[in-house]
Structure formats: C-alpha cells, structure tokens
T-cell receptor
Framework: SQQGEEDPQALSIQEGENATMNCSYK?????LQWYRQNSGRGLVHLIL?????REKHSGRLRVTLDTSKKSSSLLITASRAADTASYFC???????????FGSGTQLTVLP | DGGITQSPKYLFRKEGQNVTLSCEQN?????MYWYRQDPGQGLRLIYY???????QKGDIAEGYSVSREKKESFPLTVTSAQKNPTAFYLC????????????FGPGTRLTVT
C-alpha cells in the first residue's frame, strides 16, 4: 500500500528557480525520508526527518514536516538542470521496519 | 548506487519461464528489500529480509520467491505464476535501527514476452 502521495505529479521550472514538492501521508510516522531517482536508475537517499523534528536542511535542500497535517515538503533552492529527476517521499510507521513510498514528483529543470 | 550490485541490468525472458535476479551488497547491512516499479509509479515492496535465513512478504509477493542464505545476497525469483512480470526491479539494503534509510542498487529491467 502507498502511504505517501506527492504533489504535484510533475513540475517544470527554469534553472535558478526554487522547486517545492509536497507529500501527504495517512498514518502516524516515526520518520519521513526523501529520495531522488534519475531516469532508469536506483534511488538515492536525500534526507531523513524524524517525527519530532519540524525542519531540516542539507545543502540546497530544505525539508519541513507538519505531523498535525500529516504532510511534508521538499524545497530545492537555486535549481540546476542536474536536479532533473523523480523525487519520492517514504515513511516509516509504528512497528513496521520498512519504508512505504509515495508515487513521486517528476521534476524537470530547464536550462 | 553505493555498495549494492544488481545483475543483469536488462533481462529478457519468454513467458512461462522462471527468472532469478541477483542482488549483492558489501555494506554489512542486515536488512535487504526487493521492490517493483512500474512506469511513472512509485515503489511497491515485494519481499524483505531482516536477517539471514528469514524473510517476510511485502505488499505484492504473489508470483515471487526469495532466499537469504548469506548476509550479502538476496536473490529474487520471478516465477511463471507472476501475471505481469515486466517491470523495473530494485534491490535495497539498510542498517537495522538506523531509521531504515535505504541504499539502492541500480536496478534490473525485466521484459517478458
């Protein structure tokens, strides 16, 4: 079952602009993670935010978590053409010891 | 793609044949996972293993089988019972108790005709 749903499904921006992707989930979580997937490749872990954290930064990435709204957002600042990829959120809930992935946002950054 | 290898990258099979996808990791991770990804969609969990000689079904285990005889290896067999086997298959591993951040292999694209 897919817990997370990303929004929008697809996003196209110009290089240098910021990109914001959102993820909503249904049940309470232990942590939420964001992954990136280049076309035809495996996923790469970007950032993990725990349920007791509200915001986290890593380089040009900023992740927020609102557990009251069961939602998270991923902001990529000053985007580059190389940021073109699919971005997935994934959650770990309760005693489950595995990730549940959303359906992803396809980001295209135009040069 | 870290220390996880999957082979082959592309695999073609005729309908009715079983096929085994390889996944090896040298990260000393206890847990390993198999996912299926269909075009434009997210990942669905097929099987996972938290320790050698033990594994659990995921959301879509029907038509698949796995083994975990060694910590480093978690092969997936796609049997003829799997109705729609053509997909992109991803293997991953993680450290127990580390928030389950996963490290992925490069994937195997299976085409069954």
């Amino acid at each position: 079952s897919q817990q997370g749903e990303e929004d929008p499904q697809a996003l196209s921006i110009q290089e240098g602009e910021n990109a914001t992707m959102n993820c909503s989930y249904k049940t309470s979580i232990n942590n939420l993670q964001w992954y990136r997937q280049n076309s035809g490749r495996g996923l790469v872990h970007l950032i993990l935010i725990r349920s007791n954290e509200r915001e986290k930064h890593s380089g040009r990435l900023r992740v927020t978590l609102d557990t009251s709204k069961k939602s998270s957002s991923l902001l990529i600042t000053a985007s580059r053409a190389a940021d073109t990829a699919s971005y997935f959120c994934a959650t770990v809930s309760g005693s489950a010891r595995q990730l549940t992935f959303g359906s992803g946002t396809q980001l295209t950054v135009l040069p | 793609d870290g220390g996880i290898t999957q082979s082959p990258k592309y695999l073609f099979r005729k309908e009715g044949q079983n096929v085994t996808l390889s996944c090896e990791q040298n990260l000393n991770h206890d847990a390993m996972y198999w996912y299926r990804q269909d075009p434009g969609q997210g990942l669905r969990l097929i099987y996972y293993s938290q320790i050698v000689n033990d594994f659990q079904k995921g959301d879509i285990a029907e038509g698949y089988s796995v083994s975990r005889e060694k910590k480093e290896s978690f092969p997936l067999t796609v049997t003829s019972a799997q109705k729609n086997p053509t997909a992109f298959y991803l293997c991953a591993s993680s450290i127990e108790g580390q928030g389950y951040e996963q490290y992925f292999g490069p994937g195997t694209r299976l085409t069954v005709t």
